[in-house]
């Protein structure tokens, strides 16, 4: 049985932790270190697209 990828549970969560306010500089949230265009599409991502964006958060710096 293969399942379709719209029926996929989703097992990376979002990284927000409530503070959402872009740094004006970098054009990083200061709350989770994403960028606007990371927050908008991140829904629609797939776990390996949301486990790489996780991975890059704590080398960001503002």
């Known amino acids: 049985m293969t ?3 719209s029926s996929m549970v989703r097992r990376v969560m979002s990284p927000c932790i409530g503070i ?3 740094d004006q500089k ?3 949230c200061l ?3 994403r960028t ?3 927050i ?3 829904a629609m991502l797939d ?3 949301r486990q790489a ?3 890059q958060l704590p080398t960001r710096k503002f």
């Open 3 to 5: 399942s379709s990828p």
């Open 20 to 22: 959402c306010k872009l």
């Open 26 to 28: 970098s054009g990083l």
């Open 31 to 33: 709350g989770c270190r």
């Open 36 to 38: 606007i265009d990371e």
């Open 40 to 42: 908008g599409r991140w």
């Open 47 to 49: 776990d390996p697209a």
């Open 53 to 55: 964006i996780v991975d």
